[in-house]
Protein backbone atom coordinates (compact mmCIF):
# COMPACT_ATOMS: atom_id res chain seq x y z
CA UNK A 1 0.00 0.00 0.00
CA UNK A 2 0.86 3.10 -0.58
CA UNK A 3 1.20 5.93 2.45
CA UNK A 4 2.78 9.30 2.84
CA UNK A 5 2.95 10.40 6.48
CA UNK A 6 3.49 14.14 7.51
CA UNK A 7 4.17 13.97 11.31
CA UNK A 8 4.20 17.60 11.80
CA UNK A 9 0.69 18.68 11.98
CA UNK A 10 1.61 22.62 12.89
CA UNK A 11 5.21 24.92 12.66
CA UNK A 12 5.33 27.87 14.04
CA UNK A 13 8.30 30.07 13.19
CA UNK A 14 9.37 33.62 12.88
CA UNK A 15 10.20 35.69 10.04
CA UNK A 16 13.79 34.89 8.31
CA UNK A 17 14.16 31.56 9.68
CA UNK A 18 14.88 28.67 8.35
CA UNK A 19 12.50 25.84 8.36
CA UNK A 20 12.05 22.00 7.34
CA UNK A 21 8.82 19.74 6.62
CA UNK A 22 8.96 16.61 6.65
CA UNK A 23 7.53 13.71 4.84
CA UNK A 24 7.98 9.90 4.40
CA UNK A 25 6.26 7.68 2.05
CA UNK A 26 5.68 4.14 1.65
CA UNK A 27 5.42 2.07 -1.62
CA UNK A 28 6.71 -1.20 -3.02
CA UNK A 29 6.95 0.29 -6.69
CA UNK A 30 10.28 1.08 -8.04
CA UNK A 31 9.15 3.68 -9.77
CA UNK A 32 7.01 6.72 -8.62
CA UNK A 33 6.66 10.33 -8.70
CA UNK A 34 7.20 12.24 -5.28
CA UNK A 35 4.90 15.69 -5.59
CA UNK A 36 4.93 19.51 -2.74
CA UNK A 37 2.16 21.53 -2.94
CA UNK A 38 1.12 24.71 -1.13
CA UNK A 39 -1.97 25.65 -0.27
CA UNK A 40 -2.28 29.37 1.27
CA UNK A 41 -5.25 30.56 3.31
CA UNK A 42 -7.15 31.52 -0.23
CA UNK A 43 -7.32 27.73 -0.52
CA UNK A 44 -5.91 27.11 -3.84
CA UNK A 45 -3.19 23.99 -4.32
CA UNK A 46 -0.16 25.29 -6.13
CA UNK A 47 2.29 22.93 -7.51
CA UNK A 48 5.70 23.32 -6.25
CA UNK A 49 7.76 20.28 -6.90
CA UNK A 50 7.78 16.93 -8.73
CA UNK A 51 10.41 14.48 -8.50
CA UNK A 52 10.51 10.62 -9.88
CA UNK A 53 12.69 7.90 -7.96
CA UNK A 54 15.09 7.67 -10.03
CA UNK A 55 16.45 11.38 -9.33
CA UNK A 56 17.81 11.81 -6.39
CA UNK A 57 19.44 14.74 -7.14
CA UNK A 58 18.79 17.60 -4.37
CA UNK A 59 17.00 20.46 -6.07
CA UNK A 60 16.92 24.44 -5.30
CA UNK A 61 14.78 26.89 -6.54
CA UNK A 62 14.97 30.37 -4.76
CA UNK A 63 14.41 30.22 -1.15
CA UNK A 64 13.32 26.51 -1.37
CA UNK A 65 15.25 23.02 -1.60
CA UNK A 66 14.07 19.82 -1.59
CA UNK A 67 16.00 16.56 0.06
CA UNK A 68 14.75 13.84 -1.99
CA UNK A 69 16.47 10.18 0.29
CA UNK A 70 15.43 6.71 -1.16
CA UNK A 71 17.00 5.42 1.41
CA UNK A 72 14.89 6.45 4.24
CA UNK A 73 11.95 6.76 2.07
CA UNK A 74 12.04 10.54 2.51
CA UNK A 75 11.54 13.87 0.37
CA UNK A 76 12.14 16.94 2.60
CA UNK A 77 11.49 20.32 1.96
CA UNK A 78 13.31 23.28 3.26
CA UNK A 79 12.21 26.99 3.43
CA UNK A 80 15.11 28.97 4.00
CA UNK A 81 14.94 32.78 5.28
CA UNK A 82 11.21 32.36 6.08
CA UNK A 83 8.71 35.41 5.07
CA UNK A 84 5.38 35.75 5.58
CA UNK A 85 3.99 34.79 2.15
CA UNK A 86 4.85 31.20 3.50
CA UNK A 87 1.99 30.98 5.97
CA UNK A 88 0.26 28.38 4.31
CA UNK A 89 -0.44 24.24 4.39
CA UNK A 90 2.28 22.46 2.65
CA UNK A 91 1.56 18.47 1.44
CA UNK A 92 3.36 16.39 0.10
CA UNK A 93 2.20 13.50 -2.51
CA UNK A 94 3.02 10.37 -4.38
CA UNK A 95 1.53 7.96 -6.89
CA UNK A 96 3.41 5.49 -9.12
CA UNK A 97 3.89 4.69 -12.70
CA UNK A 98 0.80 3.94 -14.21
CA UNK A 99 -1.12 5.29 -11.48
CA UNK A 100 -2.49 8.09 -13.47
CA UNK A 101 -2.10 10.90 -11.11
CA UNK A 102 -4.23 9.29 -8.51
CA UNK A 103 -2.22 11.19 -5.72
CA UNK A 104 -1.71 10.16 -1.80
CA UNK A 105 -1.71 13.32 0.01
CA UNK A 106 -0.49 13.24 3.17
CA UNK A 107 -2.26 15.03 5.64
CA UNK A 108 -0.28 18.25 5.35
CA UNK A 109 1.60 20.76 7.78
CA UNK A 110 0.43 24.37 8.52
CA UNK A 111 3.39 26.71 8.45
CA UNK A 112 3.24 30.06 10.06
CA UNK A 113 5.70 32.33 9.67
CA UNK A 114 4.84 35.11 12.28
CA UNK A 115 6.71 38.84 11.29
CA UNK B 1 -2.88 31.30 -11.89
CA UNK B 2 -3.30 27.29 -12.73
CA UNK B 3 -5.55 28.02 -15.69
CA UNK B 4 -8.03 25.67 -14.32
CA UNK B 5 -11.07 27.08 -13.76
CA UNK B 6 -14.08 25.67 -11.31
CA UNK B 7 -17.38 26.92 -11.14
CA UNK B 8 -18.71 27.84 -8.77
CA UNK B 9 -16.63 29.05 -6.07
CA UNK B 10 -18.93 28.58 -3.00
CA UNK B 11 -22.26 26.36 -2.94
CA UNK B 12 -25.05 26.40 -0.05
CA UNK B 13 -27.26 23.45 -0.30
CA UNK B 14 -29.65 21.17 1.90
CA UNK B 15 -29.24 17.91 2.43
CA UNK B 16 -30.75 15.53 0.03
CA UNK B 17 -30.26 18.13 -2.80
CA UNK B 18 -28.27 17.73 -5.88
CA UNK B 19 -25.63 20.12 -7.32
CA UNK B 20 -22.77 20.58 -10.27
CA UNK B 21 -19.89 21.05 -10.01
CA UNK B 22 -17.74 22.45 -13.70
CA UNK B 23 -14.37 22.49 -13.96
CA UNK B 24 -12.41 23.91 -17.02
CA UNK B 25 -8.98 22.23 -17.71
CA UNK B 26 -6.08 24.24 -18.67
CA UNK B 27 -5.85 24.73 -22.76
CA UNK B 28 -4.57 21.90 -24.22
CA UNK B 29 -4.65 19.42 -21.00
CA UNK B 30 -6.67 16.48 -22.30
CA UNK B 31 -7.23 14.78 -18.55
CA UNK B 32 -9.12 16.19 -15.61
CA UNK B 33 -9.22 14.91 -12.12
CA UNK B 34 -11.27 15.15 -9.08
CA UNK B 35 -9.94 15.43 -5.54
CA UNK B 36 -12.22 15.79 -2.53
CA UNK B 37 -10.60 17.96 0.17
CA UNK B 38 -12.55 17.26 3.80
CA UNK B 39 -11.35 18.39 7.92
CA UNK B 40 -11.60 13.98 8.56
CA UNK B 41 -10.53 12.66 5.20
CA UNK B 42 -7.96 15.30 3.84
CA UNK B 43 -7.37 15.23 -0.13
CA UNK B 44 -8.82 12.22 -1.75
CA UNK B 45 -8.84 11.52 -5.28
CA UNK B 46 -12.35 11.09 -6.78
CA UNK B 47 -11.97 10.01 -10.49
CA UNK B 48 -9.75 10.73 -13.07
CA UNK B 49 -10.91 11.02 -17.10
CA UNK B 50 -8.54 11.42 -20.44
CA UNK B 51 -9.91 12.85 -23.76
CA UNK B 52 -13.49 11.87 -22.54
CA UNK B 53 -13.26 8.44 -21.37
CA UNK B 54 -13.19 7.34 -17.72
CA UNK B 55 -9.39 6.60 -16.51
CA UNK B 56 -9.43 5.54 -13.09
CA UNK B 57 -11.81 5.35 -9.82
CA UNK B 58 -10.73 6.30 -6.19
CA UNK B 59 -13.00 7.03 -3.17
CA UNK B 60 -15.78 8.37 -5.19
CA UNK B 61 -19.47 8.00 -4.01
CA UNK B 62 -22.31 5.77 -5.53
CA UNK B 63 -24.44 8.94 -4.92
CA UNK B 64 -21.14 11.25 -7.37
CA UNK B 65 -20.60 11.48 -10.65
CA UNK B 66 -18.98 12.60 -13.37
CA UNK B 67 -18.44 13.24 -17.18
CA UNK B 68 -16.01 14.68 -19.37
CA UNK B 69 -17.50 16.44 -22.30
CA UNK B 70 -16.14 16.60 -25.54
CA UNK B 71 -14.82 20.24 -25.06
CA UNK B 72 -12.81 18.11 -22.29
CA UNK B 73 -14.99 20.28 -19.44
CA UNK B 74 -15.91 17.98 -17.09
CA UNK B 75 -18.86 18.15 -14.69
CA UNK B 76 -19.41 16.94 -11.13
CA UNK B 77 -22.50 15.49 -10.04
CA UNK B 78 -23.20 15.20 -6.41
CA UNK B 79 -26.85 13.61 -5.55
CA UNK B 80 -28.90 12.61 -2.01
CA UNK B 81 -26.13 15.32 -0.71
CA UNK B 82 -25.28 14.37 3.09
CA UNK B 83 -23.78 16.79 5.47
CA UNK B 84 -21.00 14.61 5.43
CA UNK B 85 -20.54 15.85 1.67
CA UNK B 86 -19.35 19.50 3.28
CA UNK B 87 -15.96 19.83 1.33
CA UNK B 88 -13.75 21.51 -0.80
CA UNK B 89 -14.00 19.88 -4.04
CA UNK B 90 -10.87 20.43 -6.28
CA UNK B 91 -10.39 19.89 -10.23
CA UNK B 92 -6.99 19.55 -11.66
CA UNK B 93 -5.91 18.78 -15.23
CA UNK B 94 -2.96 18.09 -16.67
CA UNK B 95 -1.65 16.70 -20.80
CA UNK B 96 -1.13 13.37 -20.81
CA UNK B 97 -3.20 10.49 -18.88
CA UNK B 98 0.10 9.58 -16.43
CA UNK B 99 2.41 11.42 -14.39
CA UNK B 100 2.75 14.89 -15.70
CA UNK B 101 2.08 17.72 -12.81
CA UNK B 102 -1.14 18.43 -12.03
CA UNK B 103 -2.40 21.52 -11.99
CA UNK B 104 -5.43 21.96 -9.41
CA UNK B 105 -7.99 25.16 -9.84
CA UNK B 106 -9.04 26.99 -6.78
CA UNK B 107 -12.00 24.45 -5.80
CA UNK B 108 -15.63 24.42 -5.22
CA UNK B 109 -16.25 24.74 -1.31
CA UNK B 110 -20.00 23.14 -1.09
CA UNK B 111 -21.73 23.51 2.45
CA UNK B 112 -24.80 21.78 2.99
CA UNK B 113 -26.92 22.04 5.68
Known amino acids: AQKVTQAQTEISVVEKEDVTLDCVYETRDTTYYLFWYKQPPSGELVFLIRRNSFDEQNEISGRYSWNFQKSTSSFNFTITASQVVDSAVYFCALTFSGGYNKLIFGAGTRLAVHP | DSGVTQTPKHLITATGQRVTLRCSPRSGDLSVYWYQQSLDQGLQFLIHYYNGEERAKGNILERFSAQQFPDLHSELNLSSLELGDSALYFC????????????FGNGTRLTVT
Open chain 2, 92 to 103: ASSYGPGNSPLH
